[in-house]
Nanobody
Framework: HVQLVESGGGSVESGGSLRLSCAHS????????MGWFRQAPGKEREEVVA???????HYADSVKGRFTISRNNVKNTVYLQMNSLKSDDTALYYC?????????WGQGTQVTVS
């Protein structure tokens, strides 16, 4: 049974930092591509960053240099370190697992930057 659970969201002032965690079960971290997505009110969901099973990463231009994805294969957890947060980063953040497409999703964690 595949399960993904995000945590670490919250409210922070502009310029601050947060670290999101995605604890997953039912598969190993290197079995799938893992991605972080976000959706702001009234906007479409967008991919923030993805990490392939081989460790290669792809960041959205809007977060390059500010966000960093990492994973702990022992803890089956993927992290998203977010620095220099801006109000535009306010959204519900989801982690997902898959490959060409993402069939597995967490419930999301809210990030609010004021």
């Amino acid at each position: 049974h595949v399960q993904l659970v995000e945590s670490g969201g919250g409210s922070v002032e502009s310029g601050g930092s947060l670290r999101l965690s995605c604890a997953h079960s039912g598969f190993s971290t290197t079995s799938y591509c893992m991605g972080w997505f976000r959706q702001a009110p009234g906007k479409e969901r967008e991919e923030v960053v993805a990490i392939g099973s081989d460790g290669t990463t792809h960041y959205a231009d809007s977060v390059k240099g500010r966000f960093t994805i990492s994973r702990n294969n022992v803890k089956n957890t993927v992290y998203l370190q977010m620095n220099s947060l801006k109000s535009d980063d306010t959204a519900l953040y989801y982690c997902a697992a898959g490959g060409t497409w993402y069939p597995y999703w967490g419930q999301g964690t809210q990030v609010t930057v004021s």
